[in-house]
């Protein structure tokens, strides 16, 4: 398994991935997709598609579909209704907690801070630094800084305990933060609203305020109805939509896993509540085979089912899809996506109103003119079954996954170093990226072995051909070998090869990317051999 650095300098030199505004010192939390990354994100965001939506029920017959189902898609604003974030209860509880550093004047999250009591010459403190694998070498580093100690002195040194979050420590004044130089510089934690505030219209006052979509499933549950009474759809139905989200992460990080804009893929799926806690069992495994079918590695992921005390009050069963990111320490993982059992919870609130946990409507808060200011759509959500003629509210399955952390994810698992031979046919280390061919950015290469005796032409024609029906790269400069390489990085499944027996025989190799095999055969069944291989 490659390391970050190794992830990030491949990203950037071979136009996976930029930072925002690169030239003017970046933005932290925002993060540009190159040639290579755009192609690879629309791969994994279409395979989702493809399979989610438009062939859902190729797999809908099979063991452990409860019933047949239907899917559909919608495509919806950014900015919606700011009543809307008061009723999903995004306005009052989407926060997170922050300190801020009053010596190094940086900001953290609460829960994002690690720490361990030391002492030394005397003196105590509960030395911290930021969660993560560099945690335990940076909190050692703070503490030789603090106690003022060099290397040769380190046994004296002591630490306390084990490693154990901030969010332990009721008291700062004993606490050295993470980048400070004396102790009790952070200040007690602060709540913080992760949405992004903007402003409609051009009068601006706090009556025109309105709110980046911190998630994209809002935008399903206020066109439900729309979307049954435009198809034929029955339920059970789920309705997909893939979308940027903005979160103003308190300390966006490891590369595009936390960012402050990025793109989700969601389903809210919606069903008979006898049948939900089958459903949400359903989209748990059929989610999690997803990013099996797709070649990722089974043992960097794993299903975590959320124990009682961590689920939202309206869910009856939440699980995650997390997988092992190299910038976390061993046996960690970082969340991919979660599928949740909302219950009837949004659809209810969007009818009568932000619900307290017995999911009866809230108090409704009155505005200065003495009307209710915030309250649910008062249109009834609800569903009538034409055949049984049974009305209820449909309980929700939500699963929903991060498009950037999937790309992300598949990029370091794709990542080896291996070796392969070079044009003199000796061994050289090569990087390469072994994405299955479904995703992979770019999905052949066609290369005239030199560039004269009618080979780019006859390389030419073979490239246009393919071209009409998948991503192809040409090339024609410099060496074989080192062409082969190139695309080896990019990850592209196959690389075809017009040499002089092409000229005769009307015939080209085929190099398999990750088993380094060629195979000889008519340029006229190209097309059909690397078509049958890439699409899933
Ligand atoms: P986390 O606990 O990591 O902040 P979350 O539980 O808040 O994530 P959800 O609200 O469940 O995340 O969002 C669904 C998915 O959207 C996540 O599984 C993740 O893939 C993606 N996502 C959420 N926040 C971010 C972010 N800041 N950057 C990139 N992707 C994100």
Redesign the pocket.
């Known amino acids: 398994m490659a390391n970050m650095e190794q992830i990030v300098s491949l990203c950037k030199r071979r136009g996976f991935l930029f930072q925002s505004s690169e030239i003017y010192g970046g933005l932290n939390g925002f993060w540009d997709y190159g040639p290579l990354g755009v192609e690879l994100k629309r791969n994994i965001k279409e395979a989702w598609w493809q399979d989610m939506v438009v062939r859902h029920d190729d797999l809908s017959q099979l063991p452990g579909t409860p019933s047949p189902y239907s899917m559909t898609g919608v495509d919806t604003t950014i900015i919606v209704h700011p009543q809307v974030w008061k009723c999903s209860g995004h306005y009052d509880l989407f926060h997170d907690f922050m300190v801020d550093c009053r010596d190094s004047k940086r900001r953290y999250r609460h829960d994002q801070i690690v720490g361990r009591w030391a002492d030394a010459k005397g003196k105590r403190a509960f030395v911290t630094a930021q969660a993560g694998d560099e945690a335990e070498q940076q909190m050692e580093r703070q503490a030789m800084k603090f106690f003022n100690l060099r290397a040769k002195n380190i046994e004296e040194l002591n630490w306390e305990g084990t490693t154990i979050c901030l969010t332990e420590i009721a008291s700062f004044e004993e606490v050295l933060g993470p980048e400070a130089k004396a102790l009790g510089t952070l200040t007690p934690p602060r709540e913080f609203n992760l949405m992004f505030k903007t402003t409609v219209g051009a009068l601006g006052g706090e009556e025109d305020a309105a709110f980046l979509r911190p998630?994209t499933a809002q935008g399903i549950f206020l066109n439900f109805k729309n979307v049954l009474d435009s198809t034929r759809f029955r339920l059970p139905l789920g309705i997909a939509q893939t979308g940027k989200?903005f979160?103003n992460?308190i300390t966006?990080r490891n590369f595009?896993?936390?960012?402050?804009e990025?793109e989700?893929m969601e389903i809210e799926f919606f069903c008979h509540p006898n049948e939900s806690a089958e459903w949400y069992r359903y989209w748990r495994d059929r989610r999690l085979s997803w990013y099996h079918e797709l070649g990722i590695s089974p043992e960097r992921l794993r299903l975590r089912e959320h124990h009682e005390d961590e689920l939202s009050h309206y869910s009856t069963g939440t699980a995650d899809i997390e997988y092992a990111f190299p910038f976390l320490a061993a046996g960690e993982y970082?969340?991919?996506?979660?599928i949740a059992h909302r219950g009837d919870f949004d659809l209810r609130s969007h009818s009568e109103g932000k619900l307290d946990e017995k999911r009866r409507p809230l108090e409704v808060e009155l505005g200065p003119d003495g009307k209710p200011k915030w309250r649910g759509s008062g249109k009834d959500l609800s569903y009538r079954d034409d055949l049984t003629n049974e009305k209820y509210i449909p309980h929700v399955i939500e699963p929903?996954?991060?498009a950037?952390?999937a790309t992300l994810a598949f990029i370091c698992d794709a990542y080896y170093e291996d070796e392969a031979p070079d044009d003199e046919g000796k061994m050289q280390t090569r990087t390469v990226l072994k994405f299955h061919p479904r995703i992979a950015p770019i999905k052949a290469a066609v290369f005239p072995l030199v560039k004269k005796d009618g080979m780019p032409e006859m390389a030419k024609e073979i490239y246009l051909e393919l071209k009409k029906r998948f991503n192809v790269f040409y090339d024609e400069k410099g060496a074989v070998g080192r062409r082969y390489r190139r695309q080896d990085e990019a990850g592209t499944p196959y690389c075809i090869t017009v040499d002089g027996q092409s000229l005769l025989d009307k015939t080209v190799t085929i190099r398999d990317r990750d088993s380094l095999e060629q195979v000889r055969l008519p340029a006229s069944e190209c097309l059909a051999w690397i078509s049958e291989r890439i699409l899933g």
């Open positions: 998630e989200s979160r992460e966006p595009t896993f936390r960012s402050r990025f989700q970082g969340e991919l996506e979660g929903s996954a991060g950037d952390r």
